[in-house]
């Protein structure tokens, strides 16, 4: 799942209580130049239906001290489901973002993607050695 990235987001969201559609532009974040990028770290759960904070479900146990811990629901098991009103996070991700914890996990799961890739460097070169290998027998 890290290695292959964020997951790509479903074509159709499931609507929330409301039956209001997820707004598309909360996927997205402007960045300081003005562009607009996608969210990497939001990951859609097509078990539970609903968005969550990946590097910090996979990090949140793990990086940070007890009081660092994130208590948000982007970082719960559940997520943020169709229980909720997709509108709210609107406030809800920005807010989440700004979180100490939200950002050492993120910096956490960046780290183990860097270490990941190189690895695959590493893997590569093996087998091409093995391949050469093979070839002089
Ligand atoms: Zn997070």
Redesign the pocket.
């Known amino acids: 799942m890290i290695r292959k990235g964020p997951l790509p987001h479903p074509k159709d969201f499931p609507n929330d209580f409301t039956r209001q559609k997820v707004p598309m532009s909360v996927l997205k974040v402007r960045t300081s130049n003005g562009k607009s990028e996608r969210r990497g770290?939001l990951v859609f759960s097509p078990g539970k239906q609903s968005l969550y904070?990946l590097?910090?479900r996979l990090f949140s146990h793990t990086v940070g001290s007890q009081l660092q811990r994130?208590q948000?629901i982007?970082?719960s098991k559940q997520g943020w489901c169709t229980e909720q009103k997709w509108k709210k996070l609107f406030d809800r991700l920005p807010q989440?973002?700004n979180t100490s914890?939200?950002k050492n996990?993120?910096l956490a799961w960046r780290e183990l993607e860097r270490r990941l890739e190189s690895d695959t460097g590493i893997d590569v070169m093996s087998r091409k050695e093995i391949m050469s290998e093979t070839e002089k027998l």
């Open positions: 770290w904070c590097p910090c994130s948000s982007m970082a989440h973002e914890a939200h996990c993120y």
